[in-house]
């Protein structure tokens, strides 16, 4: 079994700066793409950023010039850094990656339980 598990939101205002991460622990062979998600509510579910093991960075059009992810391959992390925070910015925030549990399984999506982040105004 795998575990995503997320920490670093709370409230900031608006203009702030919070660090998200996510750590993943368990049954793992590799890990392939990783990233971060959010859901505000009454909307649906958007990707912020995905980072693959090479370092290919992907954002949402919303956030790009403003946060920033990274991950440590080492430590199986992910991580967020988000400056300029805006109020609509607030939602929960997920953690997903692709991981492979061992040398002869499938590729499987494994996601965190989420951490909110609200930003005031």
């Known amino acids: 079994q795998v575990q995503l598990v997320e920490s670093g939101g709370g409230l900031v205002q608006a203009g702030g700066s919070l660090r998200l991460s996510c750590a993943a622990s368990g049954s793992i062979f590799s890990i392939g793409a990783t990233g971060w998600y959010r859901q505000a509510p009454g909307k649906q579910r958007e990707l912020v950023a995905s980072?693959?093991?090479?370092?290919?960075?992907n954002y949402g059009d919303s956030v790009k010039g403003r946060f920033t992810i990274s991950r440590d391959n080492a430590k199986n992390t992910v991580s967020l850094q988000m400056n300029s925070l805006k109020p609509e910015d607030t939602a929960v925030y997920y953690c997903n990656a692709l991981i492979r549990n061992t040398a002869w399984s499938s590729i499987r999506t494994y996601w965190g339980r989420g951490t909110q982040v609200t930003v005031s105004s």
């Open positions: 980072i693959t093991t090479g370092g290919s960075t």
